[in-house]
């Protein structure tokens, strides 16, 4: 069965930083593209960022340009994130998600593009 498991989420304050992390299992995702997604109360889930299973390929969204970074592990099977200089429009429930292509070619950035995804972990940005 395949699981995604984000962690490190929590409440933190504007301006600050945070490094979320994201660990799949029953599945290596080594070589299939991955990102992370994020959706406020009452608002769609929106694009945070992307990385190609070569790593050579990122995209950022709109929203966190500039402060963001992503990252992967292939032999941890992890990605992470990491976003700074946050904002108090930066809460949400932060989701990972995995392709389940092998070697794409095409690095999604709509929620069709991943059909696993992990259960989310909530940041919280205080003013």
């Known amino acids: 069965q395949v699981q995604l498991v984000e962690s490190g989420g929590g409440l933190v304050e504007a301006g600050g930083s945070l490094s979320l992390a994201c660990a799949a299992s029953g599945r290596a995702f080594s070589q299939s593209n991955r990102a992370w997604f994020r959706q406020a109360p009452g608002k769609e889930r929106e694009f945070v960022a992307a990385i190609s299973w070569t790593t050579s390929g990122i995209t950022y969204g709109d929203s966190v340009k500039g402060r963001c970074t992503i990252s992967r592990d292939n032999v941890k099977n992890t990605i992470y994130l990491r976003l700074s200089d946050l904002k108090p429009e930066d809460t949400a429930v932060y989701y990972c998600?995995?392709?389940?292509?092998?070697?794409?070619?095409?690095?999604?950035?709509?929620?069709?593009?991943?059909?696993?995804w992990g259960q989310g972990t909530q940041v919280t940005v205080s003013s």
């Open positions: 998600a995995a392709d389940a292509v092998v070697f794409g070619a095409i690095l999604g950035v709509q929620e069709s593009s991943y059909p696993y």
